[in-house]
Each structure stands twice: as structure tokens, then as C-alpha cells.
């Protein structure tokens, strides 16, 4: 089954940075939709940042917008989540996706429906403190 490899998290105050990364496969990285989800507890899983990584268009969350900046090293095929202005609200398990190759375009590599998405990381914890 392929994995993604996250790496980045941890715990940190209000107003703190922390930068997520994920590495996939050169296939699945390449002209397809990948980005964050996240899951608190007791709550649905919320898409956060995406990017389509041929196009380099990317799409927030309105509850991240301005705070966070997902991008993209395509020589390396690794996304970056840069988490500024971090609140308490952040706290959750950061996943990596990746959607279906040939399923999503630039337009609706949103994260509106987490079923698009086939590969994923193990997730890594977030932790923001007041």
C-alpha cells in the first residue's frame, strides 16, 4: 500500500510556527492534488490546504486563510505546510493526501470531499497551547 511520508508537528504556543512536510511518490506527486487534512477530537475531518502540483494552484480553508501557505519542491516531490499565527483551534492530526491519479484538476483540488483522495500519511499530532 503506498504511504506518504509526513514529518514536522509537535507543540507549541499561541502565535507559534510549526512547518509540515510530506514526501509521495514521484507518480502520484506529479500533475495531482495533494494537501492537509486535519482531525480534532470529537469533530469531522476538515480539508486545509491543497495544492495541484503541475498547475501550482493552491486553495485554503477559510479558518487557515492568511495563516498558513501550503507549497511545493518538485525536484524533491514533498509539499510543505507552513503553519503561522498558530491557536488552540489548530490542534488536531495533520494528514497528508493524495488524490486518485486523473481525478481531480486544478479547479476542484479543494479538499471539499476527502473520498478523491487514495493515499495518505499516518498523520502527525499539532499541538497548540494558550
Known amino acids: 500500500q503506498v504511504q506518504l511520508a509526513e514529518s514536522g508537528g509537535g507543540s507549541v504556543q499561541t502565535g507559534g510556527s510549526l512547518r509540515l512536510s510530506c514526501v509521495a511518490p514521484?507518480?502520484?506527486?506529479?500533475?495531482?492534488?495533494l494537501g492537509w487534512f486535519r482531525q480534532a477530537p470529537d469533530k469531522a475531518r476538515e480539508g486545509v490546504a491543497f495544492?495541484?502540483?503541475?498547475?501550482?494552484?493552491?486553495y485554503y480553508a477559510d479558518s487557515v486563510k492568511g495563516r498558513f501557505t501550503i507549497s511545493q519542491d518538485n525536484a524533491k516531490n514533498t509539499l510543505y505546510l507552513e503553519m503561522n499565527s498558530l491557536k488552540p483551534e489548530d490542534t488536531a492530526v495533520y494528514h497528508c493526501?493524495?488524490?486518485?491519479?486523473?481525478?481531480?484538476?486544478?479547479?476542484?483540488?479543494?479538499?471539499?470531499?476527502?473520498?478523491?483522495?487514495?493515499?495518505w500519511g499516518k498523520g502527525t499530532q499539532v499541538t497548540v497551547s494558550s
Open positions: 493526501g493524495a488524490s486518485w491519479e486523473r481525478t481531480l484538476t486544478p479547479r476542484t483540488c479543494t479538499g471539499e470531499s476527502s473520498n478523491w483522495f487514495g493515499y
Open positions: 514521484r507518480r502520484i506527486y506529479s500533475g495531482n492534488c
Open positions: 495544492i495541484f502540483t503541475d498547475a501550482g494552484s493552491t
